[in-house]
């Protein structure tokens, strides 16, 4: 609405009338559950765009700005974190119905299949084009996926972007986004030949999130398009498909506007009952005065003799033609009124025959004049067969007559537009029905691709950014503080909004197998991933793989894949290499870079040698200098020597 805000207080205001008169208990869990209505403001300020808005654009520039340098100086390795993507991607899909170690597979190797191969068939490019698939790389949104900064502008976003290109995120992230775009897409589009019926529980549920019913399915399943020998399910194919087919799903539109013209055609029926009315009133007196005339003519007739008498039965017969064409405009009103008995079956075919009856009354009410002018024009010329009484009294009638055919005409004209306006609009209004319901069910679909996609390859979204955020704007300092506290900690609390909480609550209120095998696997495969992440680290660094007996370990690994896996680089060591404590270390990189400068700065102060230190500090705070690739051999050709030298005895 135009005042979305005030609409938005006025239901949450609403809720709590309701609640506070009816059960109480209800009001309290609803106020406990919103922190008496700030989380739904907090959401409000997220979502309308207001905490992006800058309060300070020099303060927001400069905030924007330490995190980028954070991001090109501590997300050198962020590829190798992002391996636990793999365990939070197949449990998506296990959710929706897939097999979870299969899926395990195809999201380690699918990825790694791409960043060795990025050239695509022609018919695989079409299908994700079809999904609605959009390349992040190219968006230059990537990186949301770990900081609060969902806009960064100029040349912060360029260097961003490279970096994330450079150290291979990008094309990984990217990868994991086709793959589990097309595992969904073909998923689906091998089970569409089944009813809604033989569908399994989790298939339906799945569905149900996005409004997607047994009807529903009956007609989306239908949008196949095929690539490369296999079916899949996409949006643009059900884009494609017939209008007809999404009449049931339709029905209750398409009956309201009929139910509408129904009702308009009720009022016209009761105005045909007073046209009928005047039309009977006027067609009885110009047929009694047309008698009369017929009357007095037959008389001259049957007094005439020869070519006068042939003259005047011609002019009986042309007035009996008047006398049709009145018969014939009062039945057409007759008929009006008789039909809006049948209002039920006022259809297209009935508008279609209504306009042909009136097609008819019009012509009729043409030739009622052309007949009158005609009989007029023989009176005038047997005028003196005829007798002056008898011209007089005609000449009245023809002027009735007349007015008559005119008026007739009128409101015949009338009722025919209103009916051409209705069958003109009427297939059309329908034919828009049908087209906004098939984009309407292949927004659905697509919806449904794009959260999923959103759950299976975690990015960051409004609800986790209101978490953050608060409702506090860029470029105020609190806004800037706890941007800069959450740094690295989005994609954690992302990761237990939308997978660890999809487990726990996706499943309905009572809890089942489903749900306990579902957060199982969830944290297994988090928990083996995790591993596997730091062992990587390790190898990248020449350290040796820390050991399976140690319980810090699996807690370290756990932390890893259960979405602390770029901020674990800072809680289980980076940096905290300097000496830095666990709160510093929490508060995040930034605070962590201060006390690190305040610490290096204090040891020079005391007179102790700080060269080895100095260098390490600024090597790892150099940007793009931490890329996973070139960190070992950096180390191992030039810093360790130079810090050996510097200072000895340090390594």
């Not at 995190?67 to 449990?91: E, F, M, Q």
């Not at 239908?222 to 899949?232: L, S, W």
């Not at 008389?299 to 009986?316: F, H, N, V, Y």
């Not at 605070?591 to 790892?620: H, I, N, P």
């Amino acid at each position: 609405g135009t005042n979305p805000e005030y609409n938005l207080r006025a239901v949450v205001d609403a809720i709590r009338s309701r609640l506070s008169r009816s059960d109480p208990d209800a009001l309290r869990k609803f106020d406990d559950a919103t922190r008496s209505g700030k989380r739904i403001d907090n959401a409000y300020l997220e979502v309308s765009g207001q905490t992006r808005r800058a309060a300070s654009a020099r303060l927001a520039a400069v905030g924007q700005g330490i995190r980028v340098w954070n991001t090109l100086t501590g997300l050198g390795g962020a590829v190798v974190s992002a391996v636990t993507d793999v365990p939070i991607r197949a449990s998506l899909l296990r959710y929706q119905g897939q097999s979870y170690l299969q899926q395990l597979g195809k999201g380690l190797l699918g990825p790694l299949t791409r960043l060795a191969d990025s050239m695509d068939s022609a018919d695989r490019k079409a299908m994700l084009s079809a999904t609605g698939y959009f390349n992040e790389v190219s968006m230059g949104n990537l990186a949301s996926r770990f900081s609060p900064d969902d806009t960064i502008p100029g040349a912060f976003n360029r260097a961003t972007n490279t970096f994330f290109k450079w150290n291979l995120l990008a094309q990984w992230t990217d990868s994991m986004r086709r793959s589990t775009l097309e595992s969904m897409a073909h998923y689906w589009g091998g089970i569409a030949d089944r009813s809604h019926a033989q569908l399994s529980d989790r298939n339906r549920m799945a569905l149900t999130r996005f409004r997607i019913g047994e009807k529903e399915w009956g007609v989306i399943s239908k949008g196949i398009t095929e690539a490369d020998g296999r079916n899949f399910l996409t949006p643009q194919a059900v884009r494609e498909l017939p209008t007809d087919l999404f009449a049931p799903l339709a029905h209750e539109r398409i009956n309201a506007l009929k139910t509408g013209l129904l009702e308009r055609f009720e009022r016209r029926a009761k105005q045909d009952a007073r046209e009928l009315g005047w039309v009977s009133g006027r067609a009885k007196k110009l047929r009694e005065g047309l008698a009369s005339a017929t009357s007095k003519l037959n008389e001259r007739i049957a007094k005439a003799e020869g070519k006068s008498a042939t003259e005047l039965k011609d002019l009986e017969a042309a007035m009996s033609k008047l006398d049709e064409r009145i018969d014939f405009a009062e039945g057409y009103w007759q008929q009006r009124v008789e039909r809006s008995q049948n209002v039920g079956l006022y259809g297209k075919r009935s508008l279609r025959n209504a306009g042909i009856d009136e097609g008819r009354a019009y012509e009729s009410a043409k030739s009622l004049r052309a007949d009158v002018r005609q009989v007029s024009r023989d009176v005038e010329r047997l005028k003196k067969e005829l007798g002056k009484e008898f011209v007089e009294r005609w000449q009245a009638r023809q002027e009735d007559l007349a007015a008559f055919a005119d008026q007739t005409d009128e409101r015949v004209r009338m009722r025919a537009e209103k009916t051409a306006a209705e069958i003109g609009d009427l297939e059309p209004k329908i034919d828009r029905i049908l087209d906004d319901t098939r984009a309407q069910m292949a927004d659905r679909l697509q919806q449904f691709y794009a959260d999923d996609l959103d759950s299976a390859v975690i990015s960051p979204d409004a609800r986790t950014n209101a978490f953050i955020r608060q409702g506090q704007q860029a470029g105020t300092p609190i806004g800037e503080a706890l941007r800069l506290f959450w740094q690295f900690k989005s994609f954690g609390i992302a990761i237990m909004q939308r997978a660890f909480l999809r487990e726990l609550r996706g499943y309905g209120p009572k809890a089942s197998m489903s749900q306990a095998r579902g957060i199982a696997m969830l944290m297994l495969g988090s928990l083996g991933f995790g591993y596997m992440a730091m062992t990587l680290k390790d190898l990248i660094k020449g350290k040796t793989p820390r050991p399976l007996d140690n319980p810090k370990t699996w807690t370290a690994a756990m932390a890893q894949g259960g979405g602390m896996g770029i901020y674990g680089d800072f809680l289980f060591g980076e940096s905290s290499r300097m000496g830095g404590g666990f709160l510093e270390t929490l508060g995040g990189p930034t605070v962590g870079k201060l006390a690190d400068t305040k610490r290096l700065f204090d040891a020079a102060k005391s007179g102790e040698d700080v060269g080895a230190q100095a260098l390490r500090f600024a090597v790892s705070n150099t940007p793009g200098n931490n890329l996973f690739y070139t960190r070992m051999a950096v180390d191992y050709l030039f810093l360790y020597e130079l810090q050996e030298a510097m200072n000895p005895g340090y390594l």
